[in-house]
Structures are given as C-alpha cells and as structure tokens.
C-alpha cells in the first residue's frame, strides 16, 4: 500500500467516523417495489463496487424481472427463494453513506405471513418508508406495517408513492393516496410524515428531481432522508445497563458487563443495583481493554464497583439518584407472531433485555382492527394481530415504559416447548392493583399439617382421553387410600364444572383457564397436607407443565392414562364420541381438538391391557413407599 492510498483511506474512515448514522426500513405491502428503491439508492449513491455491479448483470439475466435492464432488486434480495419467486422473505441490511450521514436500511418483506420480519426490521429503526404502489393505493398490509411502525416507536415516516411512471406521473392520483393515506396515518402520533412521489425503477425523485413530474416542488427521497430530524422527543439521560455477564478471570476482578441502554456513566458514580436496590459507586470503567473515565449509550463496558455487590445476569446497574421501575404485572401492546392463537392463562418465556421469566397474559383488555384502529372484544390472538393486553411475570422485572426506553420496554414471548419466538411486546406502564398485596406468614405449615395426618402431600395428576378410565382410577385409588386412614381429595372435572368452572366452555382459551384454575386448587389442598387426585383431560402439554411448576420437586406425579381412542369409544356410554363425530358436539378432544400425550409422566398405565386393580396397585406402591410417615 503506498503512502498515498494510506492516507486516503485514513481520511476516508475520520470522515465516517464523525457522520451521524440513520436507521430506516422500508415496508409495505408486497410488490410495491421496497427491493428496487433500496437497490436505487446503493446505485445513486455510488455504493455498488464493480465486481457487484458485474455481478448484478449476471443475476440479471438469470433472475431478473426487468427484462434487458438491470434488476436492481436483485442486490438486496439475495436468499435463493426470494430470487426465484422476485419476493422478499427476510430482513435484508445494507449499509451506504452520503456526503452528510451514514445509512443502515432495512429491506423488510410485504407477505402478510412474513410480518413478523417486518415487525424485526422496524425494532431498532428512527425512520420508516412506507411505499404504496400508486396503481393500487393503501391496502391493509400498508395499513399493518404502518401500526407496527408506530407501535415500535418510530415516529418519522416518509410516504413513498411508487411506480408513479405506471399511471404517466398522474398528480391527482397521488394527491387522493396521500390524503387517504394521512386521514388513517394522522392518529397514530407520527411526529413527521413526509410524501414523495418516486419511481424506483426510472430513479425519479431518489436523488434527483423528476423531469416528468414537475408539479411536485418537495425534496427527494435522499435529499430528505439526509436532512430530516430524528431526535426521539422524550429522550432522557439517566444511566441504565443490563448485565449481560458478570467477568470474573481471576479472585482480584469482578467485572459487570454490558451494553449501555441510555444515558453516561463516570468513574465514582453512584449506581443502584436492581431489583434488589444496593447502592454503590462506580470504580472503573473498560471499554475493551481500555480503562476509561467516561462511557455513555450504546458502548458495549465492563464497569467494577467499589463495593461487593449481589449482582447477576438480568440485573440492571442505574443511576442512583433516577432508578428505573420494578413490577410484576404489566400492561403493554403485543403483536402475536405465530401460527396458533395466544391463549391467556397459558405460560410463556418472556426475554426483556438480559432478563428471562416466566410470563402469562391474564387479559386481553382490547385487539386493534387493522384498518380502522377501532378497539375489539378478543378472547384470543391470531397471526399478525395487535391487542393490548395484561401481562403477569413470576418474578419481578427492571423496566421503563417503551416511549423512554426501548431496551428495558420491549420483550418478547418464546413457546416453552418448541423455543419459537410467537410474540413482541411493548410495555405502557406497571400495574399497581397487587401492589399491596403480601403473603401472608402462617405458624402452621404445610410440614406440619402434613405430619398430623401421617402422610406426605402430593398432587396425582391423571391425564388421558374422555373414556380412558381417569376418573374411575382415582376413585378407585381413593377407597384404597381411605381405607388405610390417608387423608384424600378427587377434583374431577365433570364435577368441578358444575361450580367453579361452570362459567368455562371448550374452547382452547376456556381449556386453559380451566386448568389453572384446577391447579391452584391442587396447590392449596396440598398445602393443607392432603393427597389430592386431579382428573382431568388436560390435553395440551404446556398447561400440564404449568401446573406442575407450582408444586415443589417431588410432588406432583403425572399419570399417563393411555388408552387407545377406539376403546375409549367403545366404552362410551353417553354417546359423546358420536355426537363429536357428527358435528353435533365441538372441541371435543381426539376428534376435532387436539390431544398432546404425556412425553415422559412419572406413571403410564395402559388401561387396554391392565386391569384397573393392577393399576391400582402399581399406584398403591408408588405412594406407599414415599407418603406413610407411619
């Protein structure tokens, strides 16, 4: 290299250095062009290197939708799908630079079963550019992306009429989309919204002024996006950072690591360790391998501290004089991302920042229609839809309302069984209706009243198909046990329905609730030293594991009653199997709602080949060996 190119690449990254870096998507519904601006944009802005641009033609021929010409979709479109059916599917991020700032763009798809994507994209973005095809004006999915855009806290948008060369530059056909647009974009808190009539294809209006569309005396779409203002109103400056890590590489370092999500710290600050409250003082501050007196929003640090503190990942050190919140419930705004329904009562893992717990929407206080805004009774959520919702957490959570804060105010919800990310969220404020509310301390334990009855308290937990045999088990198990002076409780759920449940239908959300009802009962009655038989169908997997986790290891027992559908048929008197079969009776289990088996219970009796004292019997050992205190 000699000293000359040296020097201009020297020149070249000081001059980068000191740019203001802007983050924007593009969105939309699909086939509105968002891959050929963007590819516009890294052609204009001289951001496409020469073998990319050979390249480009090569694709071009083999991919292309532009005929002769270049495709310049082609240069953010790169997964083999999105090529060969001309379709964005994932986020694509490109970098390019102007003489004023530097960009990061989000090429976000436009499919209705890709919005999460989108949803991804608009996360970490300040801008968003919705683009709308100008022969077929604001359709739903614009309307979607434009919600989840406000949702996500970006509150500058740039409306992108597109293809304007497809109506012949028609001005009265982009004055009615922009007034149909803004009279739905207009209650959504956007702080600008900015509307530029383009093509992508031709380049009018990208960088340049369009000759065929002079009546349009706006900026272009660079010219703004280089100048516009995107300081978030409400921006505060006080010191929080989730620990990622705690460094310990030897008896002499304790290190707190972490990104830092808002504000500046200094060598001898004082910070507040959450939620547990500790207050100390900062000792050092490194930024890599550096030791530095100063870091501030967004430098990745490992600060050490003058005291030693009880601290761990998910903690958040903060400025102690302006500690964040800390609560257990919450209401908050949640896009829901999966294929199956988002049923409340069911538990989820909840992520926020560096923190993971357990989580359960209680309520769904309202769903948003997407073209209207207007609020919407749900008992459930489908794919893509937009709710307001109440959220409870098992464990108290360090957080901010998501206008101040996006790190410690946006989570996500992750199945517990198949690890899929099926929600994102945004926290509005703490609920405090629990606030007051305290366990209360009891001299008589559960140990104690478990050892005035000689027994040890657990909770058998009988699942299985309508006709397996449950509830005649756990009567049967009841006698025995009675017999022998045990101190015994059934919770069956044809009896239980007819009070505390009778308010509970056959629905999946119904299913749900009616589980967690059933499972505190159990909980309680264990509580009082009791051996407590529930029968119930409980056909899904995660809510039979949630009813486990609120026992202590060892005391709940899951029996597997497994018996084969036909036999459960055939054994039903009351008709229920042929009523399901008919269409007669909904939701039945087996037949037209699912039944998820039992992977590894504690017990799995197979009614078709036991006879019901056998299996009696092998129940009688199982607790013999463990519940008599005698």
């Known amino acids: 290299m000699t000293t000359l190119q040296a020097t201009d690449i020297s020149t070249f990254i000081a001059g980068q250095h000191g740019k203001e870096t802007l983050r924007f998507i593009t969105c939309g519904s699909v086939d509105d062009g968002k891959s050929t601006l963007i590819g516009r944009l890294l052609f204009e802005s001289k951001s496409i290197f020469d073998d990319q641009l050979q390249s480009l033609e090569t694709d071009s021929r083999q991919y292309g939708t532009q005929g002769e010409q270049v495709d310049l979709a082609l240069l953010v479109d790169g997964l083999q799908a999105e090529r060969e059916q001309g379709i964005t599917i994932d986020v694509a991020y490109r970098f390019f630079a102007t003489d004023r700032r530097r960009y990061i763009v989000a090429d976000t798809p436009g499919h209705e079963q890709y919005t999460r994507n989108m949803a991804t994209g608009a996360s970490t973005a300040d801008l968003a550019v919705i683009l709308i095809d100008a022969r077929k004006g604001v359709l739903t999915q614009t309307r979607r992306h434009t919600r989840i855009a406000a949702m996500m806290g970006i509150r500058h948008v740039v409306l992108a009429v597109n293809k304007m060369d497809l109506i012949d530059c028609d001005r009265a056909r982009f004055e009615a989309i922009v007034a149909d647009y803004r009279a739905f974009a207009d209650?959504?808190?956007?702080?600008?919204?900015?509307?530029?009539?383009?093509?992508?294809?031709?380049?009018?209006?990208?960088?340049?002024?369009?000759?065929?569309?002079?009546?349009?005396?706006?900026?272009?779409?660079?010219?703004?996006?280089?100048?516009?203002?995107?300081?978030?109103?409400?921006?505060?400056?006080?010191?929080?950072?989730?620990?990622?890590?705690?460094?310990?590489?030897?008896?002499?370092?304790?290190?707190?690591?972490?990104?830092?999500?808002?504000?500046?710290?200094?060598?001898?600050?004082?910070?507040?360790?959450l939620p547990s409250g500790t207050v100390t003082r900062v000792k050092e501050i490194w930024l890599g391998f550096d030791s530095v007196d100063e870091a501030g929003q967004g430098d990745a640090v490992t600060l050490t501290l003058v005291d030693e503190v009880d601290a761990s990942r998910g903690d958040v050190l903060v400025a102690a004089e302006a500690p964040a919140e800390v609560a257990d419930q919450f209401e908050a705004r949640l896009l829901w991302m999966a294929e199956h329904l988002m049923s409340p009562g069911r538990q989820y893992l909840m992520k926020l920042a560096c923190r993971e717990v357990t989580a359960t929407v209680t309520e769904i206080k309202y769903r948003e229609d997407v073209n209207t805004g207007v609020h919407l009774a749900a008992k459930t959520l489908g794919l893509n839809e937009i709710a307001t919702v109440n959220l409870s957490t098992s464990a108290p959570l360090v957080f901010e309302p998501y206008r101040l804060n996006r790190t410690?105010?946006?989570?996500?919800?992750?199945?517990?069984?198949?690890?899929?990310?099926?929600?994102?969220?945004?926290?509005?404020?703490?609920?405090?209706?629990?606030?007051?509310?305290?366990?209360?301390?009891?001299?008589?334990?559960?140990?104690?009243?478990?050892?005035?009855?000689?027994?040890?308290?657990?909770?058998?937990?009988?699942?299985?198909?309508?006709?397996?045999?449950?509830?005649?088990?756990?009567?049967?198990?009841?006698?025995?046990?009675?017999?022998?002076?045990?101190?015994?409780?059934?919770?069956?759920?044809?009896?239980?329905?007819?009070?505390?449940?009778?308010?509970?239908?056959?629905?999946?959300?119904?299913?749900?609730?009616?589980?967690?009802?059933?499972?505190?009962?159990?909980?309680?009655?264990?509580?009082?030293?009791?051996?407590?038989?529930?029968?119930?169908?409980?056909?899904?997997?995660?809510e039979r594991r949630m009813a486990r986790d609120l026992f202590a290891p060892g005391e709940f027992v899951e029996v597997y009653v497994d018996t084969p559908i036909e036999e459960c048929e055939r054994r039903d008197v009351k008709g229920l199997y042929a009523k399901a079969r008919a269409g007669a009776l909904k939701n039945f289990t087996g037949i037209d709602s699912p039944y998820e088996p039992p992977e590894c219970p504690e017990v799995h009796l197979r009614t078709a080949e036991q006879g019901m004292e056998d299996c009696i019997d092998r129940l009688m050992v199982l607790i013999g060996d463990s519940a008599s205190e005698r």
């Open 187 to 273: 209650g959504l808190g956007f702080a600008s919204l900015q509307s530029i009539p383009v093509s992508g294809l031709d380049g009018d209006n990208v960088l340049h002024p369009s000759a065929r569309m002079s009546w349009y005396s706006g900026p272009t779409l660079m010219g703004y996006l280089d100048r516009v203002d995107v300081g978030r109103e409400g921006e505060r400056s006080a010191f929080r950072l989730p620990v990622q890590w705690v460094n310990r590489p030897n008896l002499d370092f304790r290190g707190f690591c972490g990104r830092i999500a808002e504000g500046r710290i200094g060598v001898g600050a004082a910070v507040r360790v």
């Open 408 to 542: 410690l105010g946006s989570f996500i919800l992750v199945d517990k069984l198949s690890f899929e990310t099926v929600g994102a969220g945004m926290i509005d404020f703490a609920l405090r209706r629990a606030s007051n509310i305290h366990w209360q301390a009891l001299e008589v334990d559960k140990a104690s009243r478990a050892h005035l009855k000689h027994q040890t308290p657990r909770c058998l937990w009988f699942t299985g198909l309508s006709g397996s045999g449950k509830s005649t088990i756990a009567n049967l198990l009841e006698k025995r046990l009675h017999a022998e002076g045990r101190h015994t409780y059934v919770l069956d759920g044809d009896n239980v329905r007819h009070g505390l449940n009778r308010d509970l239908g056959f629905t999946e959300v119904d299913r749900v609730e009616n589980i967690r009802r059933v499972a505190e009962v159990a909980k309680l009655m264990v509580d009082a030293g009791l051996i407590v038989m529930v029968s119930f169908i409980s056909p899904f997997v995660g």
